[in-house]
């Protein structure tokens, strides 16, 4: 029947009329007296008329009160596809079909178990139930309005009219191994605790063998099914499989199965069957409290028992693959979500359901052993879940890619999208359960055939900005990154936080859109978890550490720390982050979070294009469902054109870029193929800058090449890491040695070796080279800095040009005799001293300049221990005793150490010797054997 006949029928048999609320209809419940309207209505995309009673109605006896059978509630015959699906995370070990008396396929419950080598997550096995939609071929993972029949239905019916014995186990499992045996046997869906009257009825005059689990529920369940049968069916015995076949004790929660894998055999059993006592002669009819707990006399259950109860009875309970329990509860307008278990909604529901059937609140204790015990449901008996929040992919049985897109309303829809176009389909036909977070607002319904371009009404930027900006929200429909961090920077009235909250809310609308930046690590993968966006206003500064978590939640990162209350656990957060911060300035100051981001740079508004934030909002809201479909057609196009798109040059962060290139060269976007690339490079350059102003050590490398001024394919520089931080140091004093030092400056070696390193991507990208080597007696590694070719000469990238002879390369470095640095060309291992002389002798540091070859006023820079050396006739220059590098010339002054003590230069250094006053004493030493003294000033 259709909807409207069915909606027709409701409101003949109650009198009343129904009334429209959003897609749903409110209407009065047929199967209790309903004095306000608790039944909601809603036409299913699977061709299924969906009813849902507030009040807990139970389905059947709804379809019972208005004389209609499940059927009757599907528009159309369902035709059960024979293809196999195949399985996913774990392997699946096992099928098990539900038919109905004819033998047609009502559903099937699917038991996967790890598989080999996959690390085990608490638990040995799922259980997944599924049926096709009516008229599709589309599972859905649930049994409103189904069924559920004993299993092997057929098999049992024909078994009873021929007189056969019919055994009676919990589990499927043991349902199978005894029919292999050619036994006939049977169950009904959900083990233990499950039994019905539908169970019951086919049973009706049958010889029943029970064989239940070897514990207390097990015993509980057998309990229930033989007082069920009791009148109903011809004969109930119960065989004693209180030990193995081996005769060792049967173990805990042991089955058939254990016996029959313990050596029983087929006759074995039917021996034991045959010597069976009734169930009223069995010890199992007898009282077992030492086993099965019962509650005092006069007093009723604890409110955790209660809450369990009403848990079980009311929530869909389950887990993800990270073992996360989740509960899936019906909201208001008819529809279901699904949140973590320990949400406060999902309490907030359990104590409203507790309040509504006991007249009294549960404690606080109450609950949380209430929840101790559902968290193990979940685990041990929900079925397992791929989780993700607003926005997921996954691919087909075909293998083909397919996003999905949470609209968030209270139906629970989701956009699927697909190679070549997209559809609204219902929650049970999504292979992923969307968690509803706090915060979150529903999207609209999309709109084909819009314009991304529209988006330009309300972010006030460039085109080359807004070729990013449709890119951004591309990667972001994506539900597996990378995905590279949007960066809105402008001077103020650039209206940042405003296109920062626009721009999230095309995908990811939520009531609390900004925020700042997080204090610390934790806080920083809580929100990404939480979220599917995650918008930073107002950055000043972005510190280290911070820029290192925003480089891993870019691409993907982890976070352990210990769970709260335990000694030995760990909570994990493991998750990928769609990201946008906003600043005046340039926030972003790190080489490796610069080559993650997205920089666009908006324009100010002027005075007479301003609106009211309410009119802005207003007119978004108007034209939001344009510009989501048109998002959706784009990457329709894209997912259809992306197996073919292999381009020869990809960016940092290369499968973000790789899907815009796809949706850019199917033609679904506003520019065409090679836009993308063009606005990521000129926006790299731009942060390229940003980041090289922000960094002390780039600054001044930069500041060491201007002054050597080298052709391309010369190197500038090269020496161990002291050399090159006493180097810089210089160059930074070169107007004044007592200037300080940048916020920053590295103090050691290492740090500036680090600082190099960092700085290395953005260096190359103004055409400078840093490469490692080894040179020298001692192996030392040095630095070699390089110019290479225009950066700017090839989409931002530069290739190293190969070095001219007259120029060494780092293997010529390695090779060499390490008697000193000394190169023929470029000035390359000489500092450039004037000769010092007496009426001169605190002159400044002089500057460094590079020359072709070297005078008689500049002597060579070896890689020493801090001797002053004269050879040559050339005048001694004063080293750092802990580096061994040139700094200035000696002068009269200086603190050093000689043959015979610590003494005083007296006089600067000529023909290479130095006069050196030591205890009072003029004394003439060669520079040779003159060293600074630790404490010589420096």
Known sequence: MKTPEIQALIEAKTGKPGRRSGSNVLLRCP??????????????????????????????????????????????????PKWDPKGDGHEVTARHVYTDASGATLFEKVRKEPKRGHPARG????????????????????????????????????AVADGRRVFVVEGEKDADRLADLGFVATCNDGGAGKWGEEHTAPLASAHVVLIPDNDATGRTHARTVAASLSGTAASVVVPDLSALATGAPMPVKGDVSDWLASGGTADALKALVRDAPTFADSPLARDEPSEEPKEKKGRPPSASTGLVEIARARLD??????????ATLPNPAGGRESLPLRSTRVKSYLHRLYYEEEGRTPGGQATEDALGVLTGVALYEGSEHRTAVRVAEAEDEGGVLRLYLDLGDESGRVVETRPGGWSIIAPEACPVRFVRRSGALPLPEPVSGGEVSELGEFVNATPTAS??????????????????????????????????????????????????????????????????????????????????????????????????????????????????????????????????????????????NRRTESALDSAFQEAHPRILGALLDAAALGLERLPHTHPDRLPRLADA???????????????????????????????????????????????????????????????????????????????????????????????????VTRSAPPLRAVGIDSERARGGK??????????????????????????????????????????????????????DRPQPSADAPNRPPPTVRPSAQPSANYRPVRAGNGQADGADGRDGIRRSPSKGSAVAPLAPGDVVSTPQGNGTVSAAPEAGRVSVDVDGMPTSFPLSDVRLSTDAPF
């Open 123 to 158: 638990h040995a096995k799922t259980f997944t139930v599924r049926r096709r939609g009516a008229g599709s071929q589309r599972w859905l993972y649930n049994l409103d309005g189904t069924e559920r029949p004993l299993y092997r239905l057929p098999e049992v019916l024909q």
């Open 467 to 608: 070729v990013l900006l449709t890119a951004w929200l591309l990667i972001a429909l994506r539900g597996r990154g990378p995905y590279p961090i949007l960066g809105l920077s402008g001077e103020q009235g650039t209206g940042k936080s405003t296109a920062a909250r626009i721009i999230r809310s095309v995908i990811d609308p939520n009531v609390a859109a900004l925020r700042s930046l997080p204090r610390n690590e934790r806080e920083a993968f809580i929100s990404a978890q939480s979220s599917a966006v995650l918008v930073y206003d107002n950055v000043s500064t972005i510190s280290p550490a911070l820029s290192d978590v925003m480089c891993r939640l870019a691409t993907g990162g982890g976070y352990a720390t210990r769970m709260l209350h335990t000694d030995d656990e760990e909570q994990i957060f493991n998750t990928t982050s769609r990201q946008i911060l906003t600043a005046i300035g340039d926030a972003v100051s790190r080489p490796d979070l610069a080559e993650r981001t997205l920089a666009v740079t908006l324009e100010r508004i002027p005075d007479e």
């Open 778 to 831: 001692d192996r030392s590694r040095l630095w070699v800095l390089r110019q290479v070719e225009d950066a700017h000469a090839e989409h931002g990238r530069t290739q190293p040009s190969a070095p001219s002879a007259s120029v060494p390369d780092a293997s010529e470095i390695a090779s060499g005799d390490g008697a000193s640095v000394d190169f023929e060309a470029d000035g390359i291992g000489f500092a």
């Open 31 to 80: 199967s209790h007296d309903d004095t306000n309207p608790s039944l909601t209505l809603q036409q299913g995309n699977d061709g299924r008329t969906l009813v849902k009673c507030q009040r807990g109605c139970d389905f059947g006896a709804i379809a019972g009160a208005l004389g209609l059978q499940p059927a009757d509630f599907y528009d159309r015959e369902d035709e059960v």
């Open 657 to 755: 870029a790789r899907w815009v290139i796809a949706c850019e060269d199917a033609g679904g976007l506003p520019f065409g193929p090679g836009t993308f690339l063009s606005a990521f490079d000129s926006a790299k350059d731009e942060l390229v800058e940003a980041a090289l102003d922000a960094d002390p050590v780039a600054t001044l490398i930069r500041a060491l090449r201007d002054a050597a001024a080298p052709e391309a394919g010369a190197v500038f520089f090269t020496g161990t890491s002291g050399e090159l931080l006493d180097r810089l140091t210089l160059l930074h004093r070169e107007e004044d040695e007592k200037r300080r030092m940048p916020h920053g400056w590295p103090r050691t070696p290492r740090a500036l070796s680090s600082a």
């Open 317 to 326: 309970l389950w887990h993800d693959a990270e073992g996360k329990p989740y």
